[in-house]
């Protein structure tokens, strides 16, 4: 049990810290561009709060990994527990992929207006997709 939590939360903890990286990386751009427009600011907040949450999610799986990484046996209650722990991270990760998702969307009008036209219709369909996925996913039967 304990070897497939690391697993999880290693992978999670990977992506998370590589999309935060990511939006960070691409706000941080937009205050070099040094664009004064609405809609950088949003563009800006939008990545940085998708950072934010990708940060969320990056800390509480290190951290429950660090914490259960000696557990040999795991209770029900514990279970329960960690379960409700990786769905707070679980939930901040797929927020901020959403954030991102639409930051993307945004970005693109900076550019020009094919190029807004053109990020906003391919993040539309992603966000759709996404969605659709999480659904999947949340109406499984277990």
């Not at 040094?34 to 951290?63: K, M, N, Q, T, W």
């Not at 660090?66 to 901040?92: C, M, P, Y």
Request: contains cysteine; neutral net charge.
């Amino acid at each position: 049990m304990n070897e497939i939590l690391e697993l999880q939360s290693g992978q999670v903890a990977f992506i998370s810290s590589l999309m935060a990286g990511f939006s960070f990386s691409i706000a941080i751009q937009i205050i070099k561009a040094r664009l004064e427009s609405h809609l950088a600011s949003v563009c800006f907040i939008s990545f940085i709060l998708s950072g934010f949450a990708f940060l969320i999610a990056l800390y509480i799986d290190v951290a429950l990994s660090l914490q259960v990484v000696a557990v040999k046996e795991f209770s029900d209650v514990l279970l329960n527990d960690i379960s409700h722990i990786r769905n707070i991270g679980t939930s901040a990760a797929t927020s901020a992929f959403f954030l991102f998702t639409l930051s993307i969307g945004i970005v693109g009008w900076l550019l020009s207006k094919i190029a807004g036209i053109a990020s906003s219709l391919l993040a539309l369909l992603t966000f759709i997709l996404l969605a659709y996925a999480r659904y999947s996913i949340t109406q499984l039967p277990l």
